[in-house]
């Protein structure tokens, strides 16, 4: 499917998406997944590579910005 005449969207991705990382390893501005916050944990992945994708993943926003709905049901479920 064609965005605009310069940019195609590609379906099938295998991404490995995360917002999980110590602020002390990356040098950019992470938010924090809202699932990890609530839980104190660290184990929730948006996607991860050739194994899942988290059911609060709404997909992503140029550039590096993750969509979640999390504690929401998934608007695209049965969509996708
Ligand atoms: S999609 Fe949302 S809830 Fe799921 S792992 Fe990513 S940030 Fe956390």
């Given amino acids: 499917m064609k ?10 991705a295998n991404m490995d998406i995360d917002l999980s990382s110590s602020q002390d390893k990356i040098s ?3 938010d924090k ?3 990890n916050e609530a839980e104190d944990t660290n ?3 948006c996607a991860v590579k050739n194994i899942s994708i988290c059911s609060y993943f709404c997909g ?4 590096d910005n993750v969509l ?7 608007p695209f ?4």
């Fill in 3 to 12: 965005v605009n005449k310069d940019i195609k969207k590609l379906d099938g």
């Fill in 28 to 30: 950019w501005k992470q």
């Fill in 33 to 35: 997944c809202p699932w």
């Fill in 43 to 45: 184990k929730h992945k």
């Fill in 60 to 63: 992503v926003e140029y550039l």
């Fill in 68 to 74: 979640c709905c999390y504690p929401h049901e998934n």
């Fill in 77 to 80: 479920k049965g969509k996708e």
